[in-house]
């Protein structure tokens, strides 16, 4: 059974760049649609960014979000990335991965597609 983990948040100051990692165990997940999602006090799962195939360019990004995140997968270190620049307060939040093993079209931003979840790392910004 394939286990994710992410790591690399921490508190920032607004302006800042993080990179936050999620790497898997148990298995690889080359084969797995992947996702960064983040929960804040008013959303309980907003979609940040999808990379669905690991060797593909294909990504998909929040409207609200689109330019100062970017998404990325190493296949051989089997870790997806996300890259966060000027950082904002209301970037505070836990971020999650998240890994969907089954096939089939699906909607690439709802959080119940995705059925492998990482523990979140807490991002936090200040003002």
């Known amino acids: 059974q394939v286990q994710l983990e992410e790591s690399g948040g921490r508190f920032v100051q607004t302006g800042d760049s993080l990179r936050v990692s999620c790497a898997a165990s148990?298995?690889?997940?080359?084969?797995?649609?992947m996702a960064w999602f983040r929960r804040t006090p008013m959303k309980e799962r907003e979609f940040i960014a999808a990379?669905?195939?690991?060797?593909?360019?294909?990504?998909d990004y929040a409207d609200s979000l689109k330019g100062r995140f970017t998404i990325s997968r190493d296949s051989a270190r089997n870790t997806m990335y996300l890259e966060i620049h000027f950082l904002k307060p209301e970037d505070t939040a836990m971020y999650y991965c998240?890994?969907?093993?089954?096939?089939?079209?699906?909607?690439?931003?709802?959080?119940?597609?995705?059925?492998?979840w990482g523990p979140g790392t807490q991002v936090t910004v200040s003002s």
């Open positions: 990379k669905p195939w690991v060797d593909d360019d294909l990504t």
């Open positions: 148990g298995g690889t997940t080359n084969n797995y649609n």
């Open positions: 998240a890994a969907r093993t089954l096939g089939g079209s699906f909607s690439i931003r709802n959080p119940r597609e995705y059925d492998i």
